[in-house]
């Protein structure tokens, strides 16, 4: 295995009071609880932006290697659900893509992304995650 890349960030204080930033200080936010009042930032937002960038970079990856045009507009909406069980919280992600081509290979394409984006592969059999073409 090679090394690519390490994100470093610093957490101060929990969802309802605290601080996040990242070691370059690209990403300095406050971080909030969504039932709350402060303007801020809940970690289920960061996860759905991180892993709808990492699949539309994995899809345009498999979509170059299969010679398969995507429009410069594709779109992914993210969404991550923070729910409970007996056992605690436990989340869910749904991805509706919109991969905006013509080719009749978009399921296909899909399916292979699904075995190359880490946030798949890191989450496979963990969560509940639906991947929806649009």
């Given at each position: 295995m090679q090394h690519v890349h390490t994100a470093t960030r610093e957490t101060i204080?929990?969802?309802?009071?605290?601080?996040?930033?990242?070691s370059d200080g690209a990403l300095d936010i406050r971080l909030?609880?969504?039932a709350g009042n402060r303007l801020g930032?809940?970690?289920?937002?960061?996860?759905?932006?991180?892993w709808s960038v990492?699949?539309?970079?994995?899809?345009?990856?498999?979509?170059?290697?299969?010679?398969?045009?995507?429009?410069s507009d594709l779109r992914i909406y993210a969404n991550v659900d923070?729910?409970?069980?007996d056992q605690g919280y436990v989340v869910g992600v749904r991805l509706d893509i919109y991969p905006r081509t013509g080719s009749r290979h978009c399921i296909a394409l899909i399916?292979?992304?699904?075995?190359?984006?880490?946030?798949?592969r890191a989450t496979r059999g963990n969560i509940h995650?639906?991947?929806?073409?649009?």
């Open positions: 204080g929990s969802r309802e009071n605290g601080f996040a930033r990242s909030s609880n969504p930032t809940n970690p289920e937002q960061l996860v759905a932006i991180a990492s699949f539309a970079s994995s899809l345009k990856h498999v979509a170059d290697l299969r010679r398969v045009k995507l429009h923070l729910s409970s069980d399916e292979a992304v699904r075995l190359e984006c880490p946030y798949c995650a639906l991947y929806n073409l649009v």
